[in-house]
C-alpha cells in the first residue's frame, strides 16, 4: 500500500494532480508535465524570472525544457499495472470550498490562507511557509474566500490599522492621509480589546445557555409532573362523576318506585270505592223500578196493600259526592325534584367556577418580569365594567357601567343580595386571574381596589369595607397623597399624585401593583402574595371613579 502511494506521488504533476504525461525535470529537481510547467511559465514571462511551483526556486533566464526518458517509462510501466488517475485520496475543492490559489488544473481544497500572501495554500503548497525561514512571520488562518476584503480599495495595501474614530479598517497610507489626527491602533491590538468584550459576551451567553438548559430540564420535569397529575385528576374526576352519577341514578330509580308504589296504592282505594258505588247503583235502580212499577199500578186498593211491603232505603255509606282535589296528586313531587335540579344547578354553576379557576391555575411557565413601560403594561389591558347588582343604592352607574358618581339621593335599585348595603362600593362584573392592567380616572376620594367574590356586603363592619378585611386590597387616592390598605392594616405611601392611576394584578405569581400615571408611571406600591380565588375590581368613592378603555 505504502509503495503505491509512493508510486503515485512520484509519478504525479503537482501542477495538474495527474499522471506525468511527457513528464520533463527541471534544474532543482522538480518533475512536471510538459505542457504544464511551459502554461507556468508563460505566465511569469513578463516577470522575466521563472521559478518552481513547490520549492519556489527562481530560474533566470528560462531554463530549457527536456524529456525525463527515465519518467516517461516508468509512467507507461505504471498503467499497464491498472494505475490511470491521481490518488484518490486528494481533496479537491467544490464550489462551496475554498480552491488553493497555486494549484493549476482541478485545484484542491485549501487547509490555510496566509494575510500576508492573501492566498490560500493546500497542504502541499503550504509546506513552504511551514520549511523556509522567509514565511515565518506570515500569519495563517483558516481557508478564508474573502482575504481580498483585507486590501484597501484606495491605495491596494493590505489593511494592518483599525481607525476608532471611523470605526473601520485601514491601511498605512489611510492613515497619513484620510485619518490623520484620529484614534487609531494598529489592529491586533483592536482585536485584543475586542475579543476581551467578546469573551465577556459569550461567558454571558453561555450563562444564559446554563441557565436555559436548566429552565428546560425543570419544564421536562413539569411536563412530566402534568402529565402524571392529569392522568391522575382525570381517573379520579371520572370517578366521583360516575359515583355522583350512580346516586343520581339510584336516586332516580327511588322516585320512580314510590310514585308507582303510590299510584298502585291509590289506585287500589279508588277501584274499591269505585267497585262499593257501584253495587249501590245497581241497588238503587233495582229500588227505582220497585217504586215505577208500584207508580203505575192503576188499581187504589193494590197500590195501597203493596206499597206498606217496600222496605225502605238503607242509608249509603258514602257522602252524597266525593270531593275531587284540583289537578295535583303528584304535581307536588315533580315541584320537589325541580327544585332539587334547580339546586344542583346552582352548586355545579358555583362548583364549575371553582374548578375552571383552578384549572386556569395550572400554567408552567418561566415566570416573566413586570413591564417597565405603559406600552409594556397595555399588552395585558383588559376592559373593566362595573356590576349594577353590587353597588350600593347611592351610586350612580354611567359611560356603559364603567364611571360609578355618589349620588345625593337613593337610585331606582331593586333588591340584590350581592349589593353592598352600608360601604359606597362596587365590585366589577369580570372576575379576573393571569396578568391584567387597568386603569382608573378619579375625582375628589376613591379607594382602588380588589377583592374576592365573596366578600361579605351586608352592614357596615369591617368584613365588609375594602382593605378592612384579609378578602381585599385597597388604595386610597385623595389630594393629598395615598394610602394602601389591607387586613385593617394601613401603609402612607409616597409618590406624585394623578387623577389617574393604574393597577397590574399577575394573579398567579401573587402581584399586585399599583401606580400613578402622567406623562410617565410611578410605582406607588407592590404587593406579594398568594392569590386563593379570582379577583374583582372595585372602588369605594366619595367623588367619581371611571375605569378607563384601554388605549
Same mark, same amino acid.
Given at each position: 500500500?505504502?509503495?503505491?502511494?509512493?508510486?503515485?506521488?512520484?509519478?504525479?504533476?503537482?501542477?495538474?494532480?495527474?499522471?506525468?504525461?511527457?513528464?520533463?525535470?527541471?534544474?532543482?529537481?522538480?518533475?512536471?508535465?510538459?505542457?504544464?510547467?511551459?502554461?507556468?511559465?508563460?505566465?511569469?514571462?513578463?516577470?522575466?524570472?521563472?521559478?518552481?511551483?513547490?520549492?519556489?526556486?527562481?530560474?533566470?533566464?528560462?531554463?530549457?525544457?527536456?524529456?525525463?526518458?527515465?519518467?516517461?517509462?516508468?509512467?507507461?510501466?505504471?498503467?499497464?499495472?491498472?494505475?490511470?488517475?491521481?490518488?484518490?485520496?486528494?481533496?479537491?475543492?467544490?464550489?462551496?470550498?475554498?480552491?488553493?490559489?497555486?494549484?493549476?488544473?482541478?485545484?484542491?481544497?485549501?487547509?490555510?490562507?496566509?494575510?500576508?500572501?492573501?492566498?490560500?495554500?493546500?497542504?502541499?503548497?503550504?509546506?513552504?511557509?511551514?520549511?523556509?525561514?522567509?514565511?515565518?512571520?506570515?500569519?495563517?488562518?483558516?481557508?478564508?474566500?474573502?482575504?481580498?476584503?483585507?486590501?484597501?480599495?484606495?491605495?491596494?495595501?493590505?489593511?494592518?490599522?483599525?481607525?476608532?474614530?471611523?470605526?473601520?479598517?485601514?491601511?498605512?497610507?489611510?492613515?497619513?492621509?484620510?485619518?490623520?489626527?484620529?484614534?487609531?491602533?494598529?489592529?491586533?491590538?483592536?482585536?485584543?480589546?475586542?475579543?476581551?468584550?467578546?469573551?465577556?459576551?459569550?461567558?454571558?451567553?453561555?450563562?444564559?445557555?446554563?441557565?436555559?438548559?436548566?429552565?428546560?430540564?425543570?419544564?421536562?420535569?413539569?411536563?412530566?409532573?402534568?402529565?402524571?397529575?392529569?392522568?391522575?385528576?382525570?381517573?379520579?374526576?371520572?370517578?366521583?362523576?360516575?359515583?355522583?352519577?350512580?346516586?343520581?341514578?339510584?336516586?332516580? !330509580?327511588?322516585? *320512580?318506585?314510590?310514585?308507582? $308504589?303510590?299510584? +298502585?296504592?291509590?289506585?287500589?282505594? %279508588?277501584? @274499591? #270505592?269505585?267497585?262499593?258505588?257501584?253495587?249501590?247503583?245497581?241497588?238503587?235502580?233495582?229500588?227505582?223500578?220497585?217504586?215505577?212499577?208500584?207508580?203505575?199500578?192503576?188499581?187504589?186498593?193494590?197500590?195501597?196493600?203493596?206499597?206498606?211491603?217496600?222496605?225502605?232505603?238503607?242509608?249509603?255509606?258514602?257522602? !252524597?259526592?266525593? *270531593?275531587?282535589?284540583?289537578? $295535583?296528586?303528584? +304535581?307536588?313531587?315533580?315541584?320537589? %325534584?325541580? @327544585? #332539587?335540579?334547580?339546586?344542583?344547578?346552582?352548586?355545579?354553576?358555583?362548583?364549575?367556577?371553582?374548578?375552571?379557576?383552578?384549572?386556569?391555575?395550572?400554567?408552567?411557565?418561566?415566570?416573566?418580569?413586570?413591564?417597565?413601560?405603559?406600552?409594556?403594561?397595555?399588552?395585558?389591558?383588559?376592559?373593566?365594567?362595573?356590576?349594577?347588582?353590587?353597588?350600593?343604592?347611592?351610586?350612580?352607574?354611567?359611560?356603559?357601567?364603567?364611571? %360609578?358618581?355618589?349620588?345625593?339621593?337613593?337610585?331606582?335599585?331593586?333588591?340584590?343580595?350581592?349589593?353592598?348595603?352600608?360601604?359606597?362600593?362596587?365590585?366589577?362584573?369580570?372576575?379576573?386571574?393571569?396578568?391584567?392592567?387597568?386603569?382608573?380616572?378619579?375625582?375628589?376620594?376613591?379607594?382602588?381596589?380588589?377583592?374576592?367574590?365573596?366578600?361579605?356586603?351586608?352592614?357596615?363592619?369591617?368584613?365588609?369595607?375594602?382593605?378592612?378585611?384579609?378578602?381585599?386590597?385597597?388604595?386610597?387616592?385623595?389630594?393629598?397623597?395615598?394610602?394602601?390598605?389591607?387586613?385593617?392594616?394601613?401603609?402612607?405611601?409616597?409618590?406624585?399624585?394623578?387623577?389617574?392611576?393604574?393597577?397590574?394584578?399577575?394573579?398567579?405569581?401573587?402581584?399586585?401593583?399599583?401606580?400613578?400615571?402622567?406623562?410617565?408611571?410611578?410605582?406607588?406600591?407592590?404587593?406579594?402574595?398568594?392569590?386563593?380565588?379570582?379577583?374583582?375590581?372595585?372602588?369605594?368613592?366619595?367623588?367619581?371613579?371611571?375605569?378607563?378603555?384601554?388605549?
Amino acid at each position: 500500500m505504502e509503495q503505491n502511494r509512493l508510486d503515485r506521488e512520484t509519478i504525479s504533476c503537482s501542477i495538474c494532480l495527474d499522471l506525468l504525461k511527457d513528464p520533463v525535470t527541471i534544474p532543482c529537481g522538480h518533475s512536471y508535465c510538459m505542457k504544464c510547467i511551459k502554461a507556468h511559465w508563460d505566465g511569469e514571462d513578463q516577470r522575466r524570472i521563472h521559478s518552481c511551483p513547490d520549492c519556489r526556486e527562481t530560474f533566470i533566464p528560462r531554463p530549457a525544457l527536456k524529456k525525463n526518458t527515465m519518467l516517461a517509462v516508468l509512467v507507461e510501466q505504471l498503467k499497464k499495472t491498472g494505475l490511470q488517475a491521481a490518488p484518490n485520496d486528494r481533496c479537491y475543492a467544490g464550489p462551496e470550498d475554498v480552491a488553493c490559489d497555486v494549484c493549476t488544473g482541478r485545484k484542491l481544497k485549501a487547509i490555510k490562507s496566509c494575510l500576508v500572501c492573501l492566498a490560500s495554500y493546500c497542504e502541499k503548497h503550504l509546506q513552504p511557509h511551514y520549511d523556509s525561514a522567509a514565511f515565518q512571520k506570515h500569519k495563517l488562518v483558516e481557508p478564508s474566500k474573502n482575504l481580498q476584503e483585507n486590501i484597501c480599495f484606495c491605495h491596494d495595501e493590505v489593511m494592518k490599522m483599525f481607525c476608532r474614530t471611523d470605526q473601520k479598517c485601514i491601511c498605512y497610507l489611510c492613515l497619513m492621509v484620510d485619518h490623520k489626527g484620529h484614534d487609531t491602533v494598529p489592529a491586533a491590538a483592536e482585536r485584543t480589546a475586542r475579543q476581551r468584550e467578546l469573551q465577556v459576551r459569550r461567558e454571558n451567553i453561555q450563562q444564559r445557555i446554563q441557565d436555559r438548559e436548566k429552565d428546560v430540564k425543570l419544564l421536562k420535569k413539569d411536563m412530566e409532573a402534568i402529565n402524571r397529575s392529569a392522568d391522575k385528576t382525570v381517573e379520579d374526576s371520572e370517578k366521583v362523576f360516575t359515583e355522583l352519577i350512580c346516586l343520581i341514578q339510584k336516586r332516580r !330509580s327511588e322516585v *320512580k318506585q314510590q310514585i308507582r $308504589s303510590q299510584q +298502585e296504592t291509590e289506585g287500589s282505594r %279508588v277501584k @274499591e #270505592l269505585q267497585e262499593k258505588l257501584e253495587q249501590e247503583i245497581t241497588e238503587l235502580k233495582r229500588k227505582d223500578a220497585e217504586l215505577k212499577q208500584l207508580s203505575d199500578t192503576e188499581d187504589h186498593n193494590q197500590f195501597l196493600h203493596n206499597y206498606p211491603s217496600l222496605s225502605a232505603l238503607s242509608e249509603s255509606t258514602h257522602s !252524597s259526592s266525593i *270531593k275531587i282535589r284540583p289537578l $295535583s296528586y303528584f +304535581e307536588d313531587v315533580t315541584a320537589a %325534584v325541580s @327544585e #332539587l335540579r334547580d339546586q344542583l344547578q346552582d352548586i355545579l354553576r358555583d362548583t364549575w367556577t371553582n374548578i375552571s379557576v383552578r384549572l386556569t391555575e395550572v400554567n408552567v411557565s418561566l415566570s416573566e418580569p413586570e413591564p417597565k413601560s405603559r406600552a409594556g403594561f397595555l399588552k395585558y389591558s383588559c376592559e373593566i365594567t362595573l356590576d349594577p347588582n353590587t353597588a350600593h343604592s347611592y351610586l350612580l352607574l354611567s359611560g356603559a357601567n364603567r364611571k %360609578v358618581t355618589l349620588m345625593n339621593q337613593p337610585q331606582s335599585y331593586s333588591f340584590h343580595p350581592d349589593r353592598f348595603t352600608d360601604w359606597y362600593q362596587i365590585l366589577s362584573r369580570e372576575s379576573l386571574t393571569g396578568r391584567c392592567y387597568w386603569e382608573v380616572e378619579w375625582r375628589e376620594f376613591v379607594r382602588v381596589a380588589v377583592a374576592y367574590k365573596n366578600i361579605s356586603r351586608a352592614g357596615g363592619g369591617a368584613q365588609c369595607g375594602f382593605g378592612y378585611n384579609d378578602k381585599s386590597w385597597a388604595l386610597d387616592c385623595y389630594q393629598k397623597g395615598y394610602n394602601f390598605w389591607h387586613n385593617d392594616m394601613w401603609t402612607s405611601v409616597s409618590g406624585p399624585v394623578s387623577s389617574r392611576v393604574a393597577v397590574y394584578l399577575d394573579h398567579r405569581a401573587g402581584i399586585l401593583s399599583f401606580y400613578s400615571v402622567s406623562e410617565t408611571m410611578t410605582l406607588l406600591h407592590r404587593v406579594q402574595t398568594t392569590f386563593t380565588q379570582p379577583l374583582h375590581a372595585g372602588v369605594e368613592v366619595l367623588g367619581s371613579a371611571e375605569f378607563c378603555k384601554p388605549k
